[in-house]
C-alpha cells in the first residue's frame, strides 16, 4: 500500500436508497429508518462533491481528474457512488466492479506482513463490496446485493459500514428499482 493510500480517508455518506419513493409514504419511512451506507474518499477527486451531495458535480470532476489519480481504487469507488446516486446504472455498474478489482489488486499488492496493511486493505475491498451491494440493490438486483454483501462480510465482517448495510438490507429484502439510464 502507498503512503499516498494511507493518506486518504474514507468517509461514510448515509444513503436514503429509495431517492425515486421520496413521496411514496409508508415504503419511503421504511427505508429512512434503516438507510444504506455508501464509502467514498473524501481526499481523491469527487470526495468534496460526494460528502456536500453534489452528486453531478462529483461525476464530472471524477471524468476530468479520476484518470490521473494516484490511487485506482479510491477513484473508482468514487466513480461508483457518483453514478449510484445519479441513477446511471450501467456507469455504476462499471465502476463498482472497477472499485472492487481495484481494491482486489491493491489488498494482492499489500505487504503481507503488516497487519495494518492486510487490515487497510481487507477493508477497503468490504467497502467496495459494500458499494456495488447498495448499487445492486438501488437498480433493482437484490440477489447481487445479498451476494455481495456476504463478500463484504467476509473481509470486515464488524466493520460499522457492513453491518449497517447487512440490517437495512434485511430491512428491505426487496430491491427498489429507481429509473436511470
Partial sequence: MTSHSRKLRALSLVLYAGLSLASTTAAWADVQAQPFV?????????????????????????????RHALEPAAVSANSCVAFAMTQRWRAAQDACDAAVRDARDARLGAAPWTESATIST??????????????????????????????ARTFAPQAGFVLRNVRALRAHPSAVHAHGS
Fill in 122 to 151: 481487507d477493508r477497503a475491498l468490504a467497502a467496495a463490496y459494500s458499494d456495488r451491494a447498495v448499487m445492486r440493490w438501488m437498480a433493482g438486483d437484490a440477489q447481487g446485493a445479498h451476494a455481495d454483501l456476504e463478500r
Fill in 38 to 66: 455508501l464509502t467514498a474518499y473524501g481526499s481523491a477527486p469527487g470526495g468534496k462533491d460526494l460528502l456536500r451531495g453534489h452528486y453531478p458535480a462529483a461525476v464530472q470532476q471524477l471524468r476530468s481528474d479520476g
